[in-house]
DNA sequence: CTGCATCCGAATGGATACTG
DNA sequence: CAGTATCCATTCGGATGCAG
């Protein structure tokens, strides 16, 4: 496979945004989700992930194959090619970050219902 | 049960504290822990989570409340007393902390050592 | 006791521009 | 193409002090 990434596949629009789970810094999860259909390289990610800069995508993808997440490849190639793959660990943390997106999945009713229902509270007791 | 909790519950020195998740706000998982066992009151909340401030404790409390997450139960009397406890929504989450937790538990040593291993390769191709 | 207000410092995330 | 370097804005966590 190895298709082409959506570039819409982490629309900004998406509630999920305001799930109330982390893995890592604020990209590693998307990253983590991008690499799951095999090696990709530093541009490509870019695409879905077109709002964060070559800057944070360098870091976050320099942390996370300091953890032990993913591996880099560099070709000594012209033009220059590096490719960026899940390690078993990363995989391992993939299947976790799927808990956490059947959690959202679930519960994400409750917890729009929550954030309304406390919005629409403060007329109580005082004021 | 609802015995005191203990004051190094949270220890410092832990490693976890390394690991690439987080639920919430810095301090909302650690929260949900102390919560497991029952109705806890602010300051006793601030025993094991000695190093954060009221002001924040606060804001976590509230925007976890906000969430549905727990519930805060004030009760008018002299001296005040407020007591925080989990939801059903705040138990779930418990749920998913835990296989969190049992990631941790199961890759901590891969995780160190390849922060390790990362640490000591700059003496690579170049320099 | 609970927890809000103000001010502050550090850390993130990011924009822009430049290099191998 | 694949980053790095510099600078900047915002946010976050926190210290201190005050109020109900």
Request: hydrophobic share 40%; with cysteine; aromatic share 6%.
């Amino acid at each position: 496979m190895t298709a082409g990434l959506q570039p819409d596949m982490f629309d900004p629009a998406c509630p999920t945004t305001v799930m109330p789970f982390q893995i890592g810094d604020k990209w590693t999860a998307m990253v983590l989700l991008c690499l799951e259909g095999g090696p990709r390289r530093f541009t490509e990610l870019r695409v879905p992930l077109r709002r964060v800069t070559p800057k944070v995508l360098a870091e976050t993808l320099r942390s996370m194959e300091r953890d032990g997440l993913i591996t880099r490849s560099a070709y000594d190639e012209n033009p220059p090619r590096v490719e960026y793959s899940l390690t078993p660990l990363g995989h391992s943390l993939l299947k976790l970050l799927d808990a956490a997106r059947s959690w959202c999945t679930e519960h994400m009713g409750d917890l729009v219902a929550a954030r309304a229902a406390f919005t629409a509270r403060p007329a109580a007791t005082g004021s």
